[in-house]
């Protein structure tokens, strides 16, 4: 009889819990899905019924919301990592390994605010999946101002995708939480210029050999160019469609794999096949200028071999389209600079982007800012 009683208790329980969550989400907050329009994606998405699916590092969700209740509804696996940004408040570091609703745990009045959710990670750690938004129930969302006119795609590897970035010290082991996109030269390069980007970018990928392969070019896991139009990192079988992002400027910092560790890649097969990637995005990209980047964790013979890419792709096109950016080894401070794995820091990768900036605003006509790299370098 009690047994009965308690079980009797625990499901009448049970069913008042469910009954008061139900009228919590139907009466105070309403769950606007990934395909609204007031949302914007800034990079590569793979778009389905009511969610979106994407693993390239960098590709970011904004919108503007009304109310102070705000709950994100993300699944990224064990190892990715998101940065959720409301309005001025720092970023908040969201690790959400299954279907999860992260709630915006700071104070926010009646207003509207602007988010922004960021992938800090690359395709390795995992593929994230964005299905949208909690709000209060009488609130709503609106169509965040356009993104810049300015466009950059940055081609690249670990150094572009911020690997390490977050590490204390250079004898640091790589950890995933450690990797934060939004930290590599390539985003601060575009903050710096007001502009979008894409992140066309893989750790260990090279242009023609891979990290540690043991023969000069690699086969079984094709280089960095062979992606160029994948929809999803590491997924062949869905293209993208090249022309619906049309940068004026394209940075490809390739090489630095390819040079890591012997045996090294014969200059004409390096030089051949950066000359194919070079080729194929002026085709593809008519005006564009691009900015072939060396360094700043190699040295010869890749400078060497980039140069002479360069040197003859302008050649045989007759143009200035293509401009070589050298960034000495010389420039990093072992014991300030460097985050895990010997990668760049933050402020390493700061200082990366200090010397290709004035190269890229002089060739582009464009106004920077210095703000970003001043304010961090001048503190420490």
Not at 106 to 113: E, Q, S, T, Y
Not at 117 to 141: C, P, Q
Not at 213 to 241: G, I, Q
Request: with cysteine; net charge positive.
């Amino acid at each position: 009889m009690k047994t009965f009683q308690i079980k009797r208790i625990l499901l009448m329980t049970g069913v008042a819990l469910c009954l008061v969550l139900s009228a919590f989400s139907s009466d105070k907050n309403r769950f606007v899905p990934a395909n609204d329009d007031a949302f914007q994606y800034m990079g590569r998405v793979d778009a389905q019924n009511n969610f979106v699916r994407f693993n390239w590092p960098g590709v970011t969700v904004r919108t503007d919301f009304s109310g102070k209740i705000l709950g994100v509804r993300l699944k990224g696996g064990d190892r990715n990592y998101f940065n959720v940004w409301v309005d001025d408040h720092p970023a908040h570091v969201v690790h959400a390994k299954n279907d999860t609703v992260w709630w915006f745990p700071g104070k926010l009045n009646k207003g509207v605010h602007q988010l922004r959710i960021v992938k800090r990670t690359e395709a390795d750690m995992g593929m994230a999946e964005f299905y949208g938004l909690f709000i209060g129930g009488k609130e709503e969302l609106k169509a965040p101002a356009p993104l810049p006119e300015r466009k950059i795609m940055f081609i690249g590897n670990s150094i572009t995708c911020g690997y390490g970035t977050e590490g204390k010290s250079r004898t640091e082991r790589f950890k995933p939480a450690t990797e934060n996109c939004e930290k590599s030269y390539a985003p601060i390069i575009a903050r710096a210029f007001d502009a979008q980007f894409h992140l066309v970018a893989h750790s260990g990928l090279g242009m023609v050999r891979n990290y540690g392969d043991p023969e000069k070019l690699s086969v079984k896991l094709k280089p960095m160019p062979a992606r160029l139009d994948y929809l999803l990192d590491n997924d062949s079988t869905k293209r993208y469609d090249l022309e619906s992002y049309q940068p004026q400027a394209i940075v490809v910092n390739l090489g630095t794999n390819d040079f890591s560790t012997q045996p090294f890649p014969d200059e004409a097969d390096f030089v051949r096949a950066g000359k194919e990637l070079l080729h194929r995005l002026l085709k593809t990209y008519p005006g564009v200028k691009i900015f072939c980047v060396t360094g700043p964790m190699m040295d010869e013979p890749c400078f060497t071999y980039t140069k002479r890419m360069v040197h003859e792709v302008r050649i045989e096109t007759n143009s200035g389209d293509v401009v070589f950016v050298g960034v000495p080894r010389q420039l990093m401070n072992l014991e300030k600079d460097l985050g895990s794995d010997s990668h760049p820091s933050y402020r390493g990768q700061l200082k990366t982007a200090g010397m290709i900036l004035p190269v890229m605003g002089t060739v582009m006509g464009w106004d920077f800012s210095l703000e970003e790299i001043r304010s961090v370098l001048e503190k420490q």
